[in-house]
């Protein structure tokens, strides 16, 4: 009798609900963890818990558990915030994962393009050098480590710039006349519910004897300067720019391949910014 993959989803904001549903509909018995679980998805079997504190979760299921997938969000941008969410409470969830003698086939931490540094518009893939400048990317680093030492197998997901649904800052900022920077700088991004489904995929190859690799970038097809995507939206949008607000570059200058990702079978439902703000902006109420 086929037994559905037991899945736990730590850190069930709006990534994490997205995989846990999509998991939960490809026959997965998928738990969510957070804090308040009232806006937890009603077919996620709900773990309140504060992935902060060691106390393991009353909730938390005491069968063997085949996935579990971190993808916790800091609570702050600072380097408290980011050591919290993405290492102290990951090595909370592995003291958890020991306390009921749980070995899950591979563990899947959600990551971040920042650990990248490069600033020189060349292409990055899973291959490339990671020596980051800023904090994020350091801490994010380390969070890696974690995982890759945790005694689970363990792949990171590498995701670059997430938008979608609720991540409408840029069409605000061009909304209220922010243009680009003169500099060139070119931009990466993924949609929510792309990064969600290479999440998903992961979990599928893996079941089903796919050999993975430790690392996943999680991008588009198309990594762009910001002036085009700003010049787009504004079209769009049929706003025009004010001289004096300009959009900073936020993480150098660099453009992520997704061709490992793509070599799984996962392809993005939006290749590139134009399909994926296309249908952001059909729900965009300003």
Request: glycine share 6%.
């Amino acid at each position: 009798m086929f037994k559905p993959l037991r899945v736990v989803v730590v850190g069930c904001g709006d990534i994490g609900s997205r995989v846990a549903l999509l998991l939960q509909q490809q026959g997965c018995d998928v738990y969510g963890v957070r804090r308040n679980t009232a806006h937890l998805p009603a077919a996620i079997k709900p773990i309140a818990a504060d992935i902060f504190q060691p106390q393991c979760p009353s909730a938390w299921p005491t069968q063997p558990i085949d996935y579990v997938i971190y993808a916790m969000a800091a609570n702050a941008m600072t380097p408290e915030g980011y050591q919290q969410a993405y290492v102290l409470g990951q090595r909370h969830m592995y003291s958890w994962l020991a306390q009921h003698q749980q070995q899950p086939k591979r563990v899947i931490f959600v990551s971040s393009s920042g650990v990248y540094a490069q600033d020189d518009d060349s292409w990055i893939d899973e291959q490339s050098p990671t020596l980051p400048k800023r904090w994020s990317g350091q801490i994010m680093l380390e969070a890696e480590q974690c995982a890759f030492a945790s005694g689970h197998p363990a792949t990171a997901v590498r995701l670059t710039g997430i938008y979608g649904p609720g991540r409408d800052m840029l069409i605000r900022r061009v909304q209220q006349g922010y243009h680009a920077a003169d500099t060139p700088s070119f931009t990466n991004r993924i949609h929510a519910d792309d990064a969600a489904a290479l999440i998903a995929k992961i979990v599928q190859a893996d079941a089903q004897g796919v050999l993975l690799e430790s690392l996943y970038i999680g991008v588009d097809d198309e990594p762009v300067e910001q002036a085009e995507v700003v010049a787009w939206l504004q079209q769009q949008l049929q706003v025009s720019h004010a001289p004096d607000l300009i959009l900073q570059p936020r993480s150098g200058s660099k453009r992520c391949s997704n061709a490992r990702a793509k070599a799984l079978g996962w392809a993005p439902q939006y290749p590139s910014y134009r399909e994926g703000y296309a249908a952001q902006l059909a729900r965009f109420t300003g």
